[in-house]
């Protein structure tokens, strides 16, 4: 809490960014997911009863990213736990990015 008032505004700006970053990635990876299984589904390779748990799963998953994160908690909560590439406190990791405003 301390560090977060003592963040200057363009701190703090960042800090959302990359938690907006963090999430669009995790959602794009399951968005991959469901596109992968469905075209698998197509062909014969996996059974539809999978197909179905599988994909209800991920898109609860996208949901929660969807609904939360920055845009109902705060960006520092996220980055108590993740890290985004080419922020100086969270270098190394990967970020998220516009996938979750564009989608609804």
């Known amino acids: ?18 938690a907006i970053e ?16 469905y075209l698998d589904r197509l062909d014969g390779e996996v059974e539809e009863a999978f197909y179905g748990r599988n994909v209800s799963a991920w898109r609860e998953e996208q949901a929660r990213y969807r609904d939360s994160g920055p845009f109902r908690r705060s960006a520092g909560e996220m980055l108590r736990t993740h890290r985004c590439s080419g922020h100086p406190r969270t270098e190394g990791h990967v970020g998220i990015g516009r996938q979750l405003s564009e989608s609804g």
């Open 22 to 37: 963090r999430l669009n990635a995790q959602y794009a990876k399951l968005q991959n997911r469901i596109d992968q299984i």
């Open 1 to 18: 809490m301390r560090e977060a008032l003592r963040q200057s505004p363009k701190e703090k700006a960042e800090d959302h960014r990359c």
